[in-house]
């Protein structure tokens, strides 16, 4: 069994929770603070991708990034660079669409924690630095880590925007989702099974890992 | 020393608008819950900001708004404590008393004289426990180390009581009592409860709708409270409005019946506290019928109609001893309301 989409999926995986880690942790942290009209709005737009259809935001992306579309072209025309139906492609569509997860995992962190805690840190002579570093972050951080988790773990399964926008060509741009299909598909049914043993193993192990911080997250 | 704050606030369709001084002593902030007593120590400490008015500290503006004054909270060496304790969950004892050195400090030093403060409080052997495994009285010693050790100026204590079971709140309204005398500058402390007001502080604020209604001893606003508010706060349960009848004589409203007084100009409502109802003829007497009997664990409040009041009157709390009611256990009782127990109030 040729292990190139168990990989290929991983480091998808692993590289788009990564970009979302620093993008969904900030985007969580000034919206949980932001005025009310603001946070409605903003709210809406990043929760977006969570509600859509994977192939709507697969659409979305191949009309700006397509080596016709507005992106795709500039990248194709300056740097030779199709951004398009190679393995890294499918970061773009992941990241998009485990986003939501990420950000409102830990906005839920973040207005979840006691101000008054952050209050009585200035009252007592402690800088802002610090109170954010030492007291803020390590309050949140099991709701931080619970939406790195989740999002990793939906960024291993992510499909139909994978597939629309890096297609599946075996070594290059396949991973664990679209190969089930692909061998479903072409009856290799022997196979197809396998890779789903395989990809619920990891789901498995991963929702574990979740319940496990949740509890120690209620123990404290 | 003295602490002096004006304070104006508006929050929705309430506004806070407190003015007081306090010297080096215990001032209680006596009010109903959403008076504005937390917000006022909240702006007092730089973590709220008023709209307008001017807080000094020994001499140090904290806060002017017309001069454009505005200290951030590091920079203000006030002590708050919070309603509950506010102890930061991810440090052990010993680290959030550390907090309390200034500026996080880490070192030897901090180290020591955290745990000083730690021992002052009998509780050093707790320094290596995390928050959540404190009880009550411990999580309260814990956050009155952290407080004293970051040497404040002046302690702002908001409801340091509401928090802990009942049974606890006596021995550590004990403990306070020494930390403040230990401390000896200028405490604020906010309560509704009016036991707790009276055994600590120096001198009571009543506060009404984010106003100070009544500052005055403890002993003057317990003994002649003056308004409704401030002697329904000082924990009189018979309040009555009255109506003058002639030169001698009122009508009480609520109790529906006349009483011999001389209200003095501008009052309009008495109240009568349980306990300074004398059983037997004297002053005012009344027969009465005994509506209501209620026990409590060392004493009975019993509910009095005056024979000549109306069946929808409302009924008096009397506060007796247990042995004398258990001698009397009578329908109808004598009781008169000395004069000098009728509380002369106003608005």
């Given at each position: ?220 | ?128 426990r995390l928050p959540r495994q404190l009880s009550g009285g411990q999580q309260q010693r814990t956050a009155l180390a952290r407080m ?200």
């Amino acid at each position: 069994m040729d292990l190139y989409p168990l990989w290929n999926s991983l480091r998808i995986a692993g590289i788009s929770t990564v970009i979302i880690f620093f993008a969904g942790v900030p985007a969580a942290y000034y919206i949980a603070k932001a005025p009310r009209a603001v946070k409605g709005i903003l709210d809406v737009i990043l929760t977006l991708p969570l509600v859509l259809p994977p192939t709507v935001v697969g659409y979305l992306l191949l009309r700006a990034l397509g080596p016709r579309r507005p992106v795709g072209a500039f990248f194709l025309e300056h740097f030779g660079l199709r951004l398009t139906m190679t393995w890294w492609s499918a970061v773009f569509a992941t990241a998009v669409v485990i986003f939501p997860l990420m950000y409102r995992t830990c906005r839920g962190a973040f207005e979840s924690f006691d101000e008054s805690l952050a209050a009585c840190g200035k009252t007592l002579g402690l800088s802002g630095a610090y109170i954010f570093w030492r007291i803020r972050m390590p309050c949140c951080r099991p709701g931080i880590l619970a939406g790195t988790v989740l999002a990793f773990a939906r960024a291993l399964g992510e499909y139909g925007a994978t597939s629309m926008i890096a297609g599946y060509t075996p070594g290059r741009t396949a991973t664990i989702s679209t190969t089930v299909y692909q061998l479903w598909r072409t009856n290799d049914d022997a196979l197809a099974f396998r890779w789903v043993m395989v990809n619920i193993a990891i789901s498995f192990a991963v929702l574990l890992v979740v319940n496990l911080m949740e509890k120690r997250e209620k123990r404290r | 020393m003295a602490l002096q704050a004006e304070i104006h606030k508006k929050l929705g369709r309430f506004s806070l608008d407190m003015a007081f001084e306090a010297e080096d002593e215990t001032l209680a902030l006596l009010g109903a819950s959403g008076c504005g007593k937390s917000m006022t120590l909240r702006c007092i400490a730089g973590v709220e900001k008023p709209d307008s008015g001017r807080i000094v500290l020994d001499g140090a503006v904290l806060y002017d708004s017309a001069r454009g004054i505005d200290l951030k909270p590091q920079q203000r060496r006030v002590g708050l404590m919070f309603q509950h304790y506010a102890l930061f969950p991810n440090m052990t004892v010993l680290q959030n008393v550390m907090c309390g050195t200034r500026r996080g400090g880490r070192g030897r030093v901090q180290k020591d004289k955290a745990m000083r403060a730690l021992d002052s409080m009998g509780i050093a052997d707790l320094a290596a426990r995390l928050p959540r495994q404190l009880s009550g009285g411990q999580q309260q010693r814990t956050a009155l180390a952290r407080m004293l050790v970051s040497d404040p100026a002046v302690l702002l204590l908001d409801e340091p009581f509401s928090a802990l079971d009942s049974h606890l709140r006596f021995r550590m309204e004990e403990e306070m009592r020494k930390v403040i005398r230990q401390f000896g500058k200028t405490v604020l402390l906010v309560s509704h409860d009016r036991d707790e007001v009276y055994r600590l502080a120096d001198r009571v604020a009543i506060v009404k709708d984010g106003r100070v209604d009544r500052l005055d001893t403890r002993a003057a606003v317990f003994a002649d409270p003056g308004s409704r508010t401030a002697c329904a706060l000082t924990g009189c349960k018979n309040i009555s409005s009255i109506r003058p009848l002639d030169g001698e004589r009122v009508f009480a409203v609520d109790w529906g019946v006349p009483l011999k007084l001389s209200p003095g100009p501008g009052v309009d409502a008495l109240g009568l506290r349980m306990h300074a109802i004398c059983p037997g003829e004297g002053e005012n007497t009344f027969r009465c019928r005994v509506c209501d009997v209620i026990e409590n664990p060392f004493s009975f409040t019993v509910m009095l109609r005056p024979l000549e009041a109306p069946d929808d009157s409302v009924p008096i709390g009397w506060e007796t001893e247990k042995d004398l009611w258990r001698g009397m256990m009578a329908e109808e009782v004598t009781v008169h309301f000395p004069d000098s127990a009728l509380l002369r109030l106003k608005g």
